[in-house]
């Protein structure tokens, strides 16, 4: 599975964007989507997820401001990023988890840059 993430940029404090992650190749089963996180000098933050049962589930830092969804015709999982504030700057990551046979894996996006300007 390759994922390619898209879809930051620099934006104002208050404002929105969307990010992408479109997957191509396949999987048996998928586990989750998750959105990470990483601001220079900080660990890894997980920011949202979506189950293959399509629950979904928010940090604590961006509860009421950030919604993930997905659509499997796309195959692509979007993350809308709402009244950003400037300690939202971070590379955004995407990852897979699901299984191929018995084996679960991780695969990761290369990350796309959001830079919210106060």
């Known amino acids: 599975v390759q994922l390619q993430a898209s879809g930051g940029g620099l934006v104002q404090a208050g404002g929105s964007l969307r990010l992408s992650c479109a997957a191509s190749?396949?999987?048996?089963?998928?586990?989750?989507v998750r959105w990470y996180r990483q601001a220079p000098g900080n660990q890894r933050e997980l920011v949202a997820t979506?189950?293959?049962?399509?629950?979904?589930i928010y940090g604590d830092s961006v509860k009421g401001r950030f919604a993930i969804s997905g659509d499997n015709a796309k195959n692509t999982v979007y993350l809308q990023v709402n009244s950003l504030k400037p300690e939202d700057t971070a590379v955004y990551y995407c990852?897979?988890?699901?299984?191929?046979?018995?084996?679960?894996?991780?695969?990761w996006g290369q990350g796309t840059q959001v830079t919210v300007s106060s």
């Open positions: 190749g396949s999987v048996d089963s998928i586990n989750a």
């Open positions: 979506i189950t293959h049962e399509g629950r979904k």
């Open positions: 990852n897979v988890r699901g299984y191929q046979g018995d084996t679960l894996h991780d695969y």
